[in-house]
């Protein structure tokens, strides 16, 4: 099953590969438009022009084609073929240009001779070309005639989200970027591995409400920030989450604040894995964790990826294709996600309400009456719980100090519950969001 | 003459060894009686039916004889040959079976096929046998005639204390357990060591108010702590105390503050010693350290054994006997007890009268008048006292930032008290208990 | 230019070497009045009697001439051949005497057959010479006749200040001790790099107030904290600052606090140059930062030497000479106290007032335009400036978090205050500094 479900997702990263997105545009628009069918999305238009916090929503970008010809009118470099031949917002352009002009509108990576390297200009005018090192040799009888066929407009900026409503109005989020073009593990393996993420999620009856929101990267977060600034305070836990195809490690970027919910079950859900695993502290380089991390925002929003971004040669070129991910990767990515949520939704907090003296756990049928032999992992647990549920602890704090598995402290606490020796009560660490429900 | 006092301690294990214990009935009066022969002892008895907590005091528990008889009248297992053949608080039987009934009765240890192992059922009414694995071929021909002349009936739970009054009402307990029948290191060691300390200390004039009690496990320490509630407040640093008679490194488990007086102590007391020893945190499994530190009680009481329960292979079982305890390690055990007790009472908490600058020692006597070489340790550690009795720090505090010896700060500050440069003022971490003592 | 300023220090500790310095006396005021023709002194007398907390100002010492001479009249030992033969503060004595009794007031250093040793005796009436064990050889024909034309009388304790005001009030604070004889590393070191940090603070226009110190050791860092209380809220920063001319590492003792921001800055200056340094806790005792680091003054002031003090061979003796202090490790340790300076007067802390997301840095022309590859590191350090300056971070707290450079980060910091993407506000730590200023 986990096979047929890695093979799902990477059939939905094959057919939306050849779209070529950006910030915004029409190739974000019919990416949301296929996640949409799999999960319901609520778009939203952002109109250009529109400030948000210290930045502004640019014009919209479209391109029609893009090419180079040379002087006999033969194509050198064709947009038809590749979506990252042409920097993204380039402006549009048909001149004939010398060589000497024009390769100054050249981007190539001398040391990846075979790849097409990807560039953007999202906030200078300008335009260009990306192209694979050794097709320079192609260049030879110059004029050359340039053609981008781009149109940079008043239009929106596009993002759209989806929310699985829960028990409580407290939140966790998931967020991924949605603007790169041709590029399979940035950012295709995040907007179809959450998709399915939040799909599951919608058959079920969860604690928590989460929200899932796939936007352009920075100004897409911005973006969304500056329109939601009220929903902060309900945010639980929340993951930016992409790079989530390739076969490197987990690496998971803590917060800022470094020690919130989310950092802890992470970790912890990180450590249980048969995985090897990095954890980052936080930096304000990255992806959209940055902009939650910021100083006015400190949202407890970390990152989950696999091998991070910059740390893989393929990074940001044309060999990110449909090679670099795999169908297993993505499953595997997946069932962290799912356990992260399994984690969060049942880390408690309790109140031992027997707390003088251990409870009699025999008379109720919790203990073996038998004595003299040591207790089984299940008693230990329900000790374990009792001594530590004093309002100050939860289920979490109670597997790390005492070495025991989130599931076997999980049942415990249950049982404990139904024999009337707990009550669930607030985490101290989130009084602030205990008064927003009532 | 720390040879004789092993010796001492040796002979009355020896003593108490046959003497059938359980957590209530005659076998404890009778370990009682024999201790109050070396201390004055207050014994208490608490009716069957008296809720403790969460608990009941039970049906108290005698036994007179029991045995198996094989079909020829032949005994196979007799409890007159060893308290540990009959599971404890066994109800009476008398009746013949045959041996597919019967082996559901016999507990064994098949990997130590010469022990006996100690079962007991204190809270489920059922009957048991335990026997070497090994003896289980002497079970031939059957039916088996089984007999337990035991009663169950409404009595008491029986413990006992002792106190030795001091300068202050601030306490120091040591608490142990008398419910083992004839096992040696657990409990005897710790019943007769805690028996000489008191004794020691009776003849001495003690700073703090010491309590020494003897009770069965569990409901013991239950019992305990139900009726002296009120006591609690006061208990400035505490000991639960066993398995003091083995040739194993020293354990300390913690309270569950980690951090009390009484951490602090016995972890510098243990780490000045020639010996191997290990620190444990505090977990709620183990002996009544976990009654005091449970949530509702937190009391800061920590454990000190030689090789913990359980984690020996002749614990509870026939093993635990004359040969595994040695009088030698009983008298280690006793001087490890008195130097806690020692450092406990001279750990002072002082305010330097002349803080602005170092005060002149020379002028009073207290340094060398020849300048220019270096300062003896005696100099050093008036110098550190000087330093850090600002209210904040101990002197124990002191030794461990100094590295200097507890005696040689001992004795440096009794010198500066004697120099009118320090007051003594409460430990800030015992503010609470000052305001007791007015 | 080092080489030049190296060279000038020790050509003036070549000419201060020869003059006979102690606690008080004519030695220390001939050696601050050539102090004073490199920065201008504030040259203090206080009286003999006075009062200085515990202690009291002793009377003053001066020497004419002192010797030994035996049965037929040669001289053995004569204190014009060097400072250290006479104890200092020696009474004076003219008597014949047998060698039993003169050799009782004879100090030598077996270990070190050919040094001479460096003896006081401040506080206690008494007299004494120090000369090379092996000269004791010269000892033959007695009796010997023994004269030291010393004086004790009512006068006074001189210290000297130089301040360099700044554009605050908040002082740092220089200190040295200037009662050491004829020893070149302790003291002489210390005395004239101190003069020249002195020099070049005040060609310049520091932000800090500079308070440069020369005393005697103890009594006179106790007679100048009893008539600077008021001085003390507002040192920022402070160092005693000696043994500054050996090749040994640079060791940092830490202040009585053990994070104040002198703390910080020497431990990042040590640790970015390319030297071994080591750091130390403190301790109660040293030089005189034990009296800034008393219970009841407790100032920021820590302690930076080269080898520190009796950890050399040659400490307080005649071997701590012109030989043992180089041109070149006086040059290295003023380097490092104006780098010292220089991140004390750097390390600002910020607000940053667009605090909700990454401000733009591109619209101001800060930031590379074309996206996709890696940002610099002068963008980096930006990027780290604005996510950290909640008013909680100084630029050093930055720097130890990122990875980054001092430099780099304070230079990041200044465009983003050009930007007006900063505002400067008061570090956290220093709060009641910033009610003084107003």
Same mark, same amino acid.
């Given at each position: 099953?986990?096979? +047929?479900?890695?093979?799902?997702?990477?059939?939905?990263?094959?057919?939306?590969?050849?779209?070529?997105?950006?910030?915004?545009?029409?190739?974000?628009?019919?990416?949301?438009?296929?996640?949409?069918?799999?999960?319901?999305?609520? =778009?939203?238009?952002?109109?250009?022009?529109?400030?948000?916090?210290?930045?502004? =929503?640019?014009?919209?970008?479209?391109?029609?084609?893009?090419?180079?010809?040379?002087?006999?009118?033969?194509?050198?470099?064709?947009?038809?073929?590749?979506?990252?031949?042409?920097?993204?917002?380039?402006?549009? =352009?048909?001149?004939?240009?010398?060589?000497?002009?024009?390769?100054?509108?050249?981007?190539?990576?001398?040391?990846?001779?075979?790849?097409?390297?990807?560039? !953007?200009?999202?906030?200078? +005018?300008?335009?260009?070309?990306?192209?694979?090192?050794?097709?320079?040799?192609?260049?030879?009888?110059?004029?050359?005639?340039?053609?981008?066929?781009?149109?940079?407009?008043?239009?929106?900026?596009?993002?759209?989200?989806?929310? %699985?409503?829960?028990?409580?109005?407290?939140?966790?989020?998931?967020?991924?970027?949605?603007?790169?073009?041709?590029?399979?593990?940035?950012?295709?393996?995040?907007?179809?591995?959450?998709?399915?993420?939040?799909?599951?999620?919608?058959?079920?009856?969860?604690?928590?409400?989460?929200?899932?929101?796939?936007?352009?990267?920075?100004?897409?977060?911005?973006?969304?920030?500056?329109?939601?600034?009220?929903?902060?305070?309900?945010?639980?836990?929340?993951?930016?989450?992409?790079?989530?195809?390739?076969?490197?490690?987990?690496?998971?970027?803590?917060?800022?604040?470094?020690?919130?919910?989310?950092?802890?079950?992470?970790?912890?859900?990180?450590?249980?894995?048969?995985?090897?695993?990095?954890?980052?502290?936080?930096?304000?380089?990255?992806?959209?964790?940055?902009?939650?991390?910021?100083?006015?925002?400190?949202?407890?929003?970390?990152?989950? !990826?696999?091998?991070?971004?910059?740390?893989?040669?393929?990074?940001?070129?044309?060999?990110?294709?449909?090679?670099?991910?795999?169908?297993?990767?993505?499953?595997?990515?997946?069932?962290?996600?799912?356990?992260?949520?399994? %984690?969060?939704?049942?880390?408690?907090?309790?109140?031992? !309400?027997?707390?003088?003296?251990?409870?009699?756990?025999?008379?109720?049928?919790?203990?073996?009456?038998?004595?003299?032999?040591?207790?089984?992992?299940?008693?230990?647990?329900?000790?374990?719980?009792?001594?530590?549920?004093?309002?100050?602890?939860?289920?979490?704090?109670?597997? !790390?100090?005492?070495?025991?598995?989130?599931?076997?402290?999980?049942?415990?606490?249950?049982?404990?519950?139904?024999?009337?020796?707990?009550?669930?009560?607030?985490?101290?660490?989130?009084?602030?969001?205990?008064?927003?429900?009532?």
């Amino acid at each position: 099953m986990s096979e +047929d479900v890695g093979k799902k997702m990477y059939d939905l990263i094959e057919e939306l590969y050849p779209i070529c997105r950006s910030i915004t545009g029409d190739g974000v628009r019919q990416t949301l438009d296929r996640i949409g069918s799999i999960v319901p999305l609520e =778009v939203h238009e952002v109109p250009t022009g529109t400030q948000v916090f210290d930045w502004t =929503v640019p014009r919209e970008w479209n391109i029609e084609e893009a090419f180079i010809e040379d002087a006999n009118g033969d194509r050198l470099i064709d947009f038809r073929d590749h979506s990252l031949h042409v920097m993204s917002y380039s402006t549009p =352009v048909d001149a004939v240009l010398e060589w000497d002009e024009l390769c100054q509108h050249l981007h190539t990576l001398p040391e990846h001779p075979d790849w097409i390297p990807y560039r !953007t200009s999202y906030y200078e +005018d300008n335009w260009g070309f990306c192209l694979a090192h050794h097709d320079l040799g192609r260049f030879k009888a110059g004029p050359f005639r340039v053609v981008i066929r781009s149109s940079l407009k008043d239009g929106s900026l596009t993002y759209a989200e989806t929310v %699985v409503s829960g028990a409580t109005a407290r939140e966790v989020l998931f967020f991924n970027h949605v603007c790169h073009p041709s590029l399979c593990n940035d950012n295709l393996s995040g907007n179809v591995v959450l998709a399915e993420l939040a799909r599951r999620l919608g058959e079920g009856q969860p604690k928590f409400t989460y929200r899932f929101v796939w936007a352009p990267g920075t100004i897409g977060s911005i973006t969304w920030l500056s329109r939601n600034e009220a929903t902060l305070p309900r945010i639980h836990a929340g993951l930016v989450s992409v790079l989530l195809g390739d076969a490197g490690p987990f690496h998971y970027k803590r917060t800022r604040r470094g020690t919130a919910e989310i950092d802890r079950v992470v970790e912890f859900v990180l450590e249980e894995q048969p995985l090897d695993a990095e954890l980052l502290d936080f930096s304000p380089y990255g992806y959209d964790e940055r902009q939650f991390g910021s100083p006015g925002i400190d949202a407890p929003v970390g990152r989950l !990826t696999r091998t991070p971004n910059g740390a893989y040669e393929e990074y940001h070129s044309s060999a990110d294709n449909l090679d670099f991910v795999r169908p297993e990767h993505l499953a595997q990515s997946l069932g962290v996600l799912e356990r992260i949520v399994e %984690v969060l939704e049942g880390n408690g907090c309790y109140r031992n !309400t027997q707390p003088k003296c251990e409870p009699q756990l025999g008379k109720r049928g919790l203990y073996g009456s038998t004595g003299g032999s040591q207790p089984k992992q299940r008693e230990h647990a329900m000790l374990w719980v009792l001594s530590m549920s004093d309002t100050k602890h939860s289920l979490l704090d109670i597997c !790390t100090k005492s070495g025991l598995g989130f599931d076997v402290v999980r049942d415990a606490a249950n049982d404990l519950l139904a024999a009337g020796l707990l009550n669930e009560c607030a985490d101290p660490r989130h009084g602030e969001l205990k008064e927003l429900e009532t």
